[in-house]
């Protein structure tokens, strides 16, 4: 079976950008959860959904950062307007239940 | 508020040279407790699953333990393509959130 999918694996933009990050989760899982690893703050979950429905989004640094979920098969993570701060490697997870499977992330530089 | 410490930050050893990886965590009713491992430029890799104080898994060289404190990743024999980082995180009561710690950095020479 096919893993977790997550595209661009790597982006490179200018401050005040739009970002957007995509993922195709595992088919089959019901949850799925966005990730954000830096060397400061280590892995930390920014938001997961459980059946295509956001349940809990409190680790979403702040409004300039969004996530949809359309349909079972698709997310995506926006940054709008994006910031230095933002460099990260972002991982999307998905899962039935446990244990979660991660994609291989999008590493992220803001210039 | 779920919290896990992982220790040592980085551990090099030698081809062969056992040792244990430490995770000490608090949370509110433990519904799981999870080891993964990350190798440079990939995401985090499934290891094992523990759900309470006393159980054990193993996998090759990797033998995961787990109290009502602490969980504890041994790693008997180790060679080279081992080195990788070792994370932990815990499935609380809360949901399906995990709390991931910092990780420990193993480097094995051979």
């Known amino acids: 079976d096919a893993g977790v999918i997550q595209s661009p694996r790597h982006e490179v933009t200018e401050m005040g950008q739009e970002v957007t990050l995509r993922c195709k989760p595992i088919?089959?899982?019901?949850?799925l959860f966005w990730y954000r690893q830096t060397m400061m703050r280590g892995l930390e979950l920014l938001i997961y959904?459980?059946?295509?429905?956001?349940?809990?989004d409190s680790g979403m640094p702040e409004d300039r950062f969004s996530a949809k979920m359309p349909n079972a098969s698709f997310s995506t993570l926006k940054i709008q307007p994006s910031e230095p701060r933002d460099s990260a490697v972002y991982f999307c997870?998905?899962?039935?239940?446990?244990?979660?499977?991660f994609g291989d992330g999008t590493r992220l530089s803001i210039l | 508020e779920d919290q896990v410490t992982q220790s040592p930050e980085a551990l090099r050893l030698q081809e062969g040279e056992s040792s244990s990886l430490n995770c000490s965590y608090t949370?509110?009713?433990?519904?799981?407790l999870f080891w993964y491992r990350q190798d440079p430029g990939k995401g985090p890799e499934f290891l094992f699953t523990?759900?309470?104080a006393g159980e054990e898994k193993e996998k090759e060289r990797l033998k995961a333990t787990l109290t009502k404190k602490e969980s504890f990743l041994h790693i008997t024999a180790p060679k080279p393509e081992d080195s990788a980082t070792y994370l932990c995180?815990?499935?609380?009561?809360?949901?399906?959130?995990?709390?991931f710690g910092e990780g420990t950095q193993l480097t094995v020479n051979p």
């Open positions: 997870a998905s899962s039935f239940g446990q244990p979660q499977h």
């Open positions: 088919s089959g899982h019901d949850y």
């Open positions: 959904f459980n059946n295509n429905v956001p349940i809990d």
């Open positions: 949370v509110s009713g433990l519904r799981g």
């Open positions: 523990l759900y309470s």
């Open positions: 995180a815990v499935q609380g009561a809360s949901g399906s959130r995990l709390t």
